[in-house]
């Protein structure tokens, strides 16, 4: 018991905050976590993050090489998102690590924002979960 007084008198009791429970909010945060990842990989090209399970996880860049130059295809999850109707990618150029870490910044604040929830939202609804059928065949 003492050590709980002595805890209570450390540290002022406060109730639990809610869970965040919006699905909006929680694929901005998914998105900027990946955001990070992604500035995390151009100053160590052999970065991991921890997935479940205490799992290691190679970071995949999103710079795919094209003949024009570089370009930045955002993700959430597997999905590229389509940030112009139909255009999943962002031509680069020939860039250094300085400019690709200005356009991951921007699009962190667009998604810190708002901006970019309609395209989050696409992006997360364009994956349909598999039905009965699927599952069960995935199983057998």
């Known amino acids: ?49 921890t997935g479940r399970k205490d799992k290691v996880i190679k970071i995949k860049s999103w710079i795919v090489s094209s003949p024009d130059g570089d370009v930045l295809v955002p993700k959430l999850g597997h999905t ?27 699009l962190v604040q667009a998604t810190d924002a708002g901006e970019l929830d309609g395209v989050l939202a696409t992006a997360a609804g364009s994956r349909k979960p598999p039905t009965r059928k699927a599952k069960a065949a995935k199983a057998a």
């Open 1 to 49: 018991m003492a050590v709980l007084q002595s805890l209570l008198k450390s540290y002022k009791p406060v109730s639990a905050p809610e869970r965040i429970r919006d699905k909006a909010t929680l694929r901005r945060i998914k998105f900027i976590s990946a955001l990070n990842d992604q500035l995390r990989l151009l100053d160590d090209p052999k970065a991991t993050r």
């Open 80 to 106: 590229p998102l389509q940030l112009a109707p139909g255009k999943a990618g962002l031509m680069l150029g020939k860039p250094d690590a300085h400019a690709v870490k200005d356009v991951l910044a921007k």
